[in-house]
């Protein structure tokens, strides 16, 4: 790209009689070519709309929050690694919705090498005692396992038992660990 | 059978208006003209005329049959007095020789009745039964201009549609698509003339043929399109260029040539360069004045409508709603390359022997285009070589094959020059043999967009016109079905085109407007994972007073790369001190360039709504908020989506001492989104007018919609031909 000057000889501004003379015209085509382009300027707010709910969302649970603590009933550590937490064998979740169409169930989870060696093959996903599925855990690595939950299931605006039933544990030390836990609960 | 007597009746209403017009403007030229050019010419310089006429009639909101008809009567009485009835032209033009005094006739004769047989039939091409009468149906209904805020198309110029308005008046549809063939027409004839009158009577002749019976030509000037008559108004300009007409005469044919298709308007540049080489600079001064007059009115109805006077092209110079640049840009590439096209030589090969991909062809004659080359040895051959690279300047920005018409006629008369006269009467009975409706399909395995049989017994309206068009029509029925099943005022937010003409409700095209972008935005965000308000990004910095906060798009990708075509948006901007979010009280301010008007979507609580940039991220792209005065503040979270890889963010906030940095770029984080989100979509829908939704089988969205119908708040209310009519609950 070129400097403003590109090399000529520039009057300082405004001191140019010739720039002088045509100022008027100059103003007139500013504003004219301005005026083209309508953008307006800062905006007062909309109205607010409280369309996300309040709170913490009771569908859905990151690991990583403390606030998940309330939802989380049996198996999953208090103690936040990171964005995670260790679960056990059986971790139970109570979870609510607000919609029962189109709803799939996801879990975001990492199975270490101890739960593959401690003969970890799946984990079951039950929902109100129902079998909606196994997630393969044979080997280890990060999983995202989603699964659309029939309708039927679900029931909205009241609280449902999720329940996650490996079929391994180990040990760390004297604590039982089955893998590890990012988030679950039901998504679209 | 009175249906065809309206239709004929609307059809030359408008052709004579235009035609008396004509006369008495070119009487005013004083240009001497023969018989047998005067009338041609007359017809063609008149509609920029009619056309400023009923533009006028439809501002002040007069566009009435009553109106129509007596202002028609007016100027046809005015044109008697005038005397344009009387023939005063002395002159005639050299004779063709004998061979060609019959051939033209003859094969423009039985064209000539194929042409206005397929445009007295209903009318069924895409654009023509969509927007192009779908425009004038509204103003009809509406006795005037309307600003259509839901499909862009209703911002190119609209010369032509002013006379098919007159004719719709009287004759509907049928009647608009004839005079669009009166133009397609009018164009062989005045390619003779010209010939006549230069010296080359069989090339004009020839090169006249060569035009009409090309398929792709037959079926665009026999439907409610304007390519034909962009081609003949550019002919024309040339023709009176070299004609010597008056400069302010090239000048308002110049005009409407922008008035009739953007693209045309380059047809000024050859009046324009005729008279520069001739170094007669004062003649383009009422040269350009006349353009400016009569295109005008469609720049500046733009700019009141729509905020941007070439929309809806250039929207990043003119920024607006009513048409994204993000859009622009995509579209504007799209039309470079239509798909499964890889090469200009697989380019030329559609143009001319196939036909599928690039909508219509030309014939094999057009293959012998290259000769025309040949004519650059005579100086007839050099204009017209000159006038082709002219009109066919705007080809590569969109290689459909009717983009050709306006540089067709230039193109045929350079390869009927080049090319030996005993040729070219063999020539053009071959190609007018093979330009035949369902002649293409004995020597072509899947010939495009074209006129594949005479519509005879529909013309006459021997067989029920809606029985007609519901086979010959995809979507008449849904649009039927739309102005049966929903009431008036309707808002209807469809997936795919449907012939608008056809039905009085409003039908807004996903992908064809900034309106309908932002309706489609709030479906996505509730169909397409990585749409969804499902990724934080959190700025946290030392607490400090603040009077305002704005983020900051920093990458400009690389043209080409992976990221280049990515959108910056945010669903919600949360400001938060000490863990509590600032409440948002009324003397906050919100801004964003690009689009300032959507950065309140940013700030209004709703997890379906997103600020969009709705241009390609650049860097210095920013949202903003400002605060009132001085807010406390430690930390802000942006809630985004995943569709934007590219987008690098800095957080600046304003300080008395002025802007400084705050974060940049913080790691993005999953978070939860409602279950809801479709049902909140569909309720941000209907707040954006939309009453129902039309969807048809093959649309990709149909699948969750129609599984999914509750979850939506829709309740399906009709079906046909694979079209599904949804009410909004």
């Known amino acids: 790209m070129l400097p403003l000057s590109a090399g000529l000889h520039l009057p300082r501004a405004g001191q140019d009689p010739a720039v002088k003379a045509r100022i008027p015209w100059i103003a007139v085509l500013v504003g004219a070519l301005s005026g083209c382009a309508r953008l307006p300027g800062p905006m007062p707010l909309p109205p607010q709309k409280s369309d996300g709910g309040s709170g913490p969302p009771a569908h859905y649970l990151f690991f990583r929050d403390r606030e998940a603590a309330q939802r989380i009933v049996a198996g999953l550590s208090g103690e936040i690694i990171d964005d995670w937490r260790w679960a056990s064998r059986r971790v139970l979740l109570r979870l609510a919705v607000e919609e029962t169409q189109g709803i799939f169930f996801q879990a975001v989870l990492t199975v270490p090498d101890e739960f593959v060696r401690a003969g970890g093959r799946e984990i079951q996903v039950r929902i109100r005692s129902r079998l909606l599925g196994s997630i393969p855990a044979g080997k280890p690595g990060y999983i995202v396992w989603r699964q659309p939950v029939p309708e039927a299931w679900l029931e909205a605006g009241r609280d449902m038992e999720v329940e996650l039933l490996a079929d391994a544990e180990w040990m760390q030390g004297s604590t039982p660990r089955g893998y590890i836990l990012s988030s679950a609960g039901f998504t679209l | ?729």
């Open chain 2, 1 to 729: 059978m009175p249906k065809v007597f309206s239709v004929l009746f609307g059809a030359l209403f408008a052709v004579l208006c235009s035609w008396a017009l004509g006369r008495m403007l070119l009487k005013r030229a004083r240009l001497a003209l023969a018989r047998e050019e005067a009338h041609v010419l007359a017809f063609v310089c008149g509609a920029p005329l009619l056309s400023t006429l009923v533009f006028l009639l439809c501002i002040v909101r007069a566009v009435y049959d009553a109106v129509f008809l007596a202002a028609g009567l007016l100027i046809l009485a005015a044109a008697w007095r005038d005397g344009a009835f009387r023939s005063h032209a002395a002159e005639r033009l050299p004779a063709l020789p004998r061979l060609w005094r019959w051939l033209f006739p003859l094969i423009y004769a039985v064209y000539a009745a194929v042409a206005v047989l397929a445009a007295m039939a209903p009318e069924i091409s895409p654009d023509g039964s969509g927007y192009h009468l779908g425009f004038v149906a509204r103003y009809y209904r509406g006795h005037g201009l309307a600003r259509i805020d839901t499909n862009m198309y209703a911002a190119l110029s609209q010369g032509i549609e002013m006379l098919f308005l007159w004719a719709f008046a009287f004759g509907r549809h049928s009647a608009a698509a004839l005079v669009h063939c009166t133009f397609l027409l009018a164009t062989p004839l005045l390619m003779l003339r010209f010939g006549q009158r230069f010296g080359a009577p069989v090339a004009g002749a020839a090169a006249g043929l060569f035009f009409l019976c090309a398929p792709v030509v037959l079926v665009d000037g026999t439907s409610a399109y304007i390519d034909a008559a962009a081609a003949c108004i550019v002919f024309a300009i040339v023709y009176l260029t070299e004609r010597k007409a008056p400069p302010w005469l090239l000048g308002v044919m110049g005009g409407f040539a922008y008035a009739v298709k953007y693209t045309a308007a380059v047809a000024l540049l050859y009046p324009l360069l005729r008279l520069a080489w001739k170094k007669q600079w004062r003649a383009l001064v009422p040269l350009c004045a006349a353009a400016a007059l009569v295109a005008a009115p469609w720049p500046l109805r733009n700019w009141i409508f729509y905020g941007n006077p070439a929309a809806p092209l250039m929207n990043r110079v003119w920024p607006n709603q009513f048409v994204h640049a993000s859009f622009e840009q995509d579209y504007v590439e799209s039309m470079r390359r239509y798909p499964e096209i890889e090469s200009w030589p697989q380019v030329a090969m559609e143009l001319t022997v196939r036909g599928r991909l690039l909508a219509g062809f030309w014939g094999p004659l057009f293959l012998l285009a290259p000769l025309g080359l040949l004519a650059l040895r005579s100086g007839l051959g050099r204009r017209m070589l000159l006038a082709a690279a002219i009109a066919g300047s705007t080809y590569f920005s969109n290689i459909g094959a009717r983009f050709l018409m306006p540089a067709a006629p230039f193109v045929s008369y350079a390869m009927a020059l080049a090319l030996p006269s005993p040729v070219l009467a063999v020539l053009a009975a071959a190609h007018a043999v093979a330009g035949f409706p369902d002649m293409p399909e004995k020597y072509m395995e899947s010939p495009g967009w074209r006129l594949s049989k005479i519509p005879w017994r529909a013309a006459l309206r021997l067989e029920r016109e809606e029985a007609w068009l519901a086979e010959q029509s995809a979507g008449y029925r849904a649009a039927r079905m739309v102005e049966w099943l929903t009431p008036p005022g309707a808002l209807v937010f469809s997936f795919s085109g449907i012939p608008e003409s056809y039905t009085s409700r409003e039908i807004a095209v996903c992908f064809q407007s900034g309106r309908g972008e932002r309706l489609l935005d709030l479906l996505q965000v509730a169909m397409f994972t990585e749409m969804r308000p499902m990724a934080e990004r959190v700025f946290r910095f030392p607490r400090q007073p603040l009077t305002a906060l704005r983020v900051v798009q920093t990458n400009t990708p690389a043209p080409g790369s992976d990221r280049a075509k990515d959108l910056w948006s945010v669903f919600e901007v949360r400001v938060s001190q000490g863990g509590r979010e600032l409440a948002r009280d009324a003397s906050w301010r919100v801004w964003a360039e690009p689009n300032p008007w959507g950065a309140g979507l940013a700030f209004d609580g709703s997890p379906v709504t997103r600020w969009r940039s709705w241009e390609r991220i650049r860097a210095g792209m920013f949202l903003q908020a400002e605060f009132g005065g001085e807010r406390e503040a430690d930390e802000v979270r942006l809630v985004m989506s995943e569709d934007q890889h590219g987008v690098r963010l800095r957080l600046e906030g304003r300080t008395p001492a002025g802007w400084r940095t705050l974060g940049e770029d913080p790691p993005v984080r999953g978070i939860a989104f409602p279950l809801t989100l479709r049902r909140l979509a569909m309720r941000e829908l209907g707040r954006g007018g939309v009453t129902h939704l039309l969807v048809h089988e093959n649309d990709y969205a149909w699948a969750d919609l129609s599984k999914h119908a509750r979850a939506w708040g829709i309740r399906e209310i009709g079906a046909v031909d694979g079209y599904h009519l949804f009410q909004l609950e």
